[in-house]
């Protein structure tokens, strides 16, 4: 069982940056592709970015590439992701979550664990 723990978000201005966390318990980290989806009020929860377990390889959304970035350390047990040049349209609820393969994936449905969620609103 893995517990995920979201913290960082926030509201911000356009242009603006933050950096979101994600503590995870379990001893087996390394082994977990993560990744960061997020859901905005009224729409459905959709992909944002994911990195594989081991290696580094990694994987964005088009409507954030160029502008987040994940990372994660796996000592720490945590995942990382930078959001840079804000939009208003990036607010939503910002989830993390787990999944029991190193591989990437953009499909919610194949994470097996998430997070709480952090919200992260942004001011035009």
């Known amino acids: 069982q893995v517990q995920l723990v979201e913290s960082g978000g926030g509201l911000v201005q356009a242009g603006g940056s933050l950096r979101l966390s994600c503590a995870a318990s379990g001893r087996t980290f390394s082994s977990y592709g993560m990744g960061w989806f997020r859901q905005a009020p009224g729409k459905e929860r959709e992909f944002a970015a994911a990195i594989r377990g081991i290696g580094g390889s990694t994987s964005y959304a088009d409507s954030v590439k160029g502008r987040f970035t994940i990372s994660r350390d796996n000592v720490r047990k945590t995942v990382y992701l930078q959001m840079n040049s804000l939009k208003p349209e990036d607010t939503a609820v910002y989830y993390c979550?787990?999944?029991?393969?190193?591989?990437?994936?953009?499909?919610?449905?194949?994470?097996?664990?998430w997070g709480q969620g952090t919200q992260v609103t942004v001011s035009s």
């Open positions: 979550a787990a999944r029991n393969d190193l591989a990437l994936s953009d499909d919610p449905r194949r994470y097996d664990y």
